[in-house]
């Protein structure tokens, strides 16, 4: 089998701030793969370093079997077709002559387009339907009406891959699937390999026969539609409930997101304390919010993230000074806080020498009758010497502390409760 692509250990970010880590996974020459996962997960970033736009700190990634950072920028633009989110220039070029410039990188530096040049040209903009489109100013051309010449200009390289990020977001219905129908054509009858990056899991279901989930900078799952896309999988990567059928048409899995019933419930009246940090706390202290609880948090360091998102809604936080381990005095505040609580949330906050003992907070609340739920995966976040986090965390759990997955299953558990 030959490879289009193919990562080993690759990692990459931006200001020495890593987004994803250790990816690997290879693309056969001929594929049609979508990249998906929810917004923050990395899929542009990697999108932008298997393009090399952006250079990996780690690994390696081969193109068609050449080391990619050993290919001139010119080979690379021959052998791959990029198709943006969105694409802007300063210049006044019409459709026509933006789709010719996709056609540059096959031409040598002092030669002219030739008949069949030109043919090719007319080609994509006919199969992306801007023809009718060819002299009006690319600027000037509605969102739908830029991506479809933005995908010409990419068809117009003739490339031996396409990577296209979101390439449907600016179209209706309509134009959405004749696009992904003419890619689809050229992938099977050209054996042009396809890498796109969606957030259209019904239509990357439809359209491509395996599917790469990315959640939080790694791989979490890989294989065709039907093994990937399943409520468990979605469930844990989108942090919301789902429902996975089958298309009664075409067979192809179609997601079906199910409102949030914890949306409508008030919890006005009701305190809940969260122990958070580095971020952890975010989507609790904002879904308790929304659901009208009064939240409390902490202990945590001044200009941790969870701070910072506590002081933006207005939730009131025991604080310690940044980088600093809990003082007796910070402890002190997180106990007056969890004496008003009538319900406690451990968050998936990782567990270490410094912050160790904000589970005393937890045995605090169990010791006078409130309901403790506790994050699952306590192993994988306890960096105490003696693993410390992990026993206290067994203690709780057996004297009824109650675990919860996702923030799904959490905002059920706290609604139900008495």
């Known amino acids: 089998m030959s490879f289009a692509l193919e990562l080993k250990n690759v990692r990459a970010g931006y200001h020495d701030k890593p987004i994803f880590e250790d990816i690997s996974f290879t693309v056969a020459a001929g594929e049609m793969t979508a990249i998906l996962g929810p917004n923050g997960a990395g899929k542009t970033t990697l999108l932008r370093t298997l393009t090399g736009l952006l250079p990996p700190v780690g690994g390696e990634i081969r193109l068609f079997g050449e080391k990619l950072n050993r290919l001139p920028a010119a080979v690379r633009a021959r052998l791959v077709g990029v198709v943006p989110q969105d694409l802007d220039t300063p210049m006044a070029f019409t459709v026509r002559e933006m789709v010719m410039i996709g056609r540059t990188a096959a031409l040598s530096r002092w030669s002219r387009p030739t008949a069949e040049d030109f043919k090719i040209i007319e080609r994509s903009m006919v199969y992306t339907d801007v023809i009718d489109l060819q002299e009006r100013p690319f600027s000037e051309l509605s969102g739908g009406e830029r991506q479809r010449a933005v995908i010409a200009m990419a068809l117009a390289q003739q490339p031996k ?14 134009h959405g699937l004749e696009v992904m129908q003419i890619v689809e054509r050229l992938n ?15 239509l990357a279901a439809a359209f491509c026969r395996r599917v790469l989930l990315i959640e939080n900078g790694r791989l979490l799952a890989d294989g065709p539609p039907a093994t990937v896309l399943t409520e ?16 009664p048409v075409s067979g192809s899995v179609v997601v079906t997101p199910v409102p949030r019933a914890w949306h409508d419930t008030t919890g006005a009246g009701r305190r809940i304390h969260v122990i958070a940090g580095g971020g952890a706390g975010e989507p609790i202290l904002r879904a308790l919010y929304l659901a009208g609880y009064t939240v409390t948090c902490g202990v945590l360091n001044q200009r941790d993230t969870d701070s910072d998102v506590a002081t933006a809604l207005g939730i009131e936080c025991a604080l310690e000074k940044p980088f600093s381990p809990i003082s007796t005095a910070a402890m002190e505040s997180g106990r007056a806080l969890v004496q008003r609580a009538a319900m406690l949330v451990v968050s998936s906050v990782p567990f270490g020498p410094g912050n ?4 005393e907070l937890a045995e605090q609340a169990q010791a006078k009758g409130c309901p403790v739920f506790i994050r699952d995966d306590i192993e994988s976040r306890d960096y105490t010497p003696d693993r410390q986090a992990r026993s206290r965390t067994a203690t709780l759990l057996t004297h009824g502390a109650q675990p919860w997955h996702d ?7 706290v609604r139900q409760c008495p």
Do not use: F, W
Request: charged share 20%; aromatic share 2%.
């Open 356 to 359: 160790v003992i904000n589970l």
């Open 188 to 202: 099977r009858e050209q054996g042009l390999t396809v890498l796109m990056v969606s957030h259209d899991l019904n």
């Open 232 to 247: 468990p999988i979605l469930q844990q990567a989108y942090q919301c409930e789902v429902r996975v059928q089958n298309n």
């Open 407 to 413: 923030i799904t299953d959490l905002m059920e558990k």
């Open 161 to 174: 891959m396409l990577l296209m990020d979101e390439p449907t977001s600016h179209l209706d219905m309509n």
